[in-house]
């Protein structure tokens, strides 16, 4: 399956999931970027991971940026069986509040990004069952990861 094939297969399913076209002088990959809707995430995950055409069985990682207006979360698929790669990107407006759906149950590998991301940059994954710190001992006040942190000196330093 090629890459307009892959596209087509899923906007047929989910119409609000738009290609993401590769801005001229951007360093990235040829593979397909997507744009989807927080709402519809762990929907278009699942169809991604167990529809047997697609079958993107490895989720790679996981990652976030923080864009000073919102955040973006970013998962990196593959399908080993038929050798295709897939990125989704997932807009999180409220900087306030950031919060998605865990993809967790779907791709066991987003377990320790998911809390990774929740740990470093805040954005919280719904449903995730041990949503705590990882790297970060358990009082330490805010996410150094985003670019509104003040680092304080503590007994780290």
């Not at 076209?21 to 997507?34: F, T, W």
């Not at 940026?65 to 038929?82: F, N």
Request: charged share 25%; hydrophobic share 45%.
């Amino acid at each position: 399956m090629n890459a307009q094939e892959l596209l087509a297969a899923v906007q047929a399913k989910f119409p609000t999931v738009q290609e993401l076209p590769k801005v001229a002088g951007q360093a990235r990959s040829e593979d397909i970027h997507l744009s989807v809707p927080a709402a519809a995430l762990v929907e278009v995950c699942r169809f991604l991971r167990f529809d047997p055409p697609l079958s993107f069985d490895s989720l790679a990682f996981v990652t976030s940026i923080d864009w000073k207006t919102h955040y973006e979360v970013v998962y990196y698929m593959t399908s080993i069986l038929h050798k295709h790669k897939l990125v989704i990107k997932v807009k999180l407006e409220d900087r306030g509040n950031p919060e998605v759906q865990t993809v967790s149950p779907i791709w066991a590998a987003a377990d320790w990004q998911e809390r990774e991301i929740f740990d470093l940059m805040g954005i919280k994954f719904q449903g995730h069952y041990n949503m705590r710190r990882i790297l970060l001992p358990d009082d330490w006040e805010g996410f150094p990861l985003r670019k509104d942190y003040v680092a304080k000196p503590d007994r780290y330093d």
